[in-house]
Each structure stands twice: as structure tokens, then as C-alpha cells.
């Protein structure tokens, strides 16, 4: 019975993390004017512990891994922000969930950019950026402050490691 009520408070605080997310995004989209304007952006993307998200290696490969690196201000750091709900893009590729997945844990890689759902980004009032296909936001993995660790996606929570600063 302990067990139950347990489960059935985990789901409701899910829940509510969930409708707490989609509140945000909206709040923050009324914010910058709606969904559908805005123009673009260029710049770094900054984070937990004052890192940036970066492309490894400024390669352009697909699949590349898109990770938390000290900030450099190189290629490989330089996102453009294409609208708020759409794509954020660095050396012509696309911030991509891999796969297209939606499981907590799905890595985040730069892809070509294919006007998929696994590519749209929307900025959230609290600094996340959401994906509605998975209904997660980007996370550094683990709060980490290890540069070099690779991004993924994960339930919003409104904590401090998928709060992220646009260029």
C-alpha cells in the first residue's frame, strides 16, 4: 500500500512538473512577443556553472556530440537562434535529439537540419529551452561542471542546469 501512494504521488508531482513546464514556455513566449516573430540571434549559449554549449571539436559531422565546454568564443560555440520555437544552429547543423528520441537520458548531437520535431527548441520563462516532441528540456547531464559532457534532454524541472542563456 506504501508502495502505491508513493507511485501515485511520483506520477502527480510529474504531472505537475509537466503543466509547470508548458505554463513557462508560454509566459516566456508572450514575453519575446509570441512564438512566431523575433528574427534571429547569434552568439553563445551559456550555462550551469558558466559554461558554454558547444559543438565538439567544431566538427559537422552528424551524430557529432553537442556537449558543455568552457567558454572560447569559437566556431564551435556560436549558436544562431532562429525564431523562438524553432532551431538553434551552429556551423550550418542543427541541435538535434538523437534519434529523435524522448526517454530521459537521449543525447543531443548536431544534425542536419530536416525540419523534424527532434530540432525545434522553444525558450521556457525560466532560462530552459523545451522540446514539445519528447516533452523535456535540455539538460547538462548530471549538473556537470565537467567540460566535455555531452547534453541530453530530461523532464523540465526548473532547475539550475537547464537554465540556459541566449545569445
Known amino acids: 500500500m506504501r508502495l502505491h501512494l508513493a507511485d501515485q ?6 504531472q505537475h512538473e509537466r503543466r509547470l513546464c508548458r505554463g513557462l514556455r508560454d509566459q516566456r513566449l508572450r514575453r519575446r512577443g509570441g512564438g512566431t516573430g523575433g528574427g534571429t540571434a547569434t552568439g553563445q549559449i551559456t550555462g550551469y556553472g558558466g ?10 559531422a552528424d551524430y557529432n ?8 568564443g569559437t566556431a564551435a560555440q ?3 537562434v532562429v525564431q523562438a520555437g524553432s532551431t538553434i544552429q551552429a556551423l550550418g547543423k542543427c541541435l538535434d535529439i538523437d ?15 530536416n525540419n523534424t ?8 520563462s525560466d532560462g530552459a529551452l523545451y522540446n514539445p516532441q519528447s516533452n523535456k528540456c535540455l539538460d547538462d547531464t548530471g549538473w556537470s561542471t565537467t567540460p ?6 530530461w523532464d523540465c524541472t526548473g532547475n539550475a542546469n537547464q537554465a540556459w542563456n541566449l545569445p
Do not use: F, K, M
Open 9 to 14: 504521488r511520483h506520477h502527480l508531482r510529474r
Open 51 to 60: 559554461l558554454c554549449v558547444d559543438d565538439r571539436s567544431a566538427s559537422t
Open 65 to 72: 556530440p553537442v556537449q558543455v565546454y568552457t567558454c572560447n
Open 78 to 80: 556560436q549558436w544562431t
Open 99 to 113: 534519434a529523435g528520441g524522448t526517454a530521459d537520458g537521449t543525447t543531443v548531437d548536431l544534425y542536419d537540419c
Open 117 to 124: 520535431a527532434a530540432q525545434v527548441w522553444e525558450p521556457q
Open 148 to 153: 566535455g559532457t555531452q547534453l541530453e534532454i
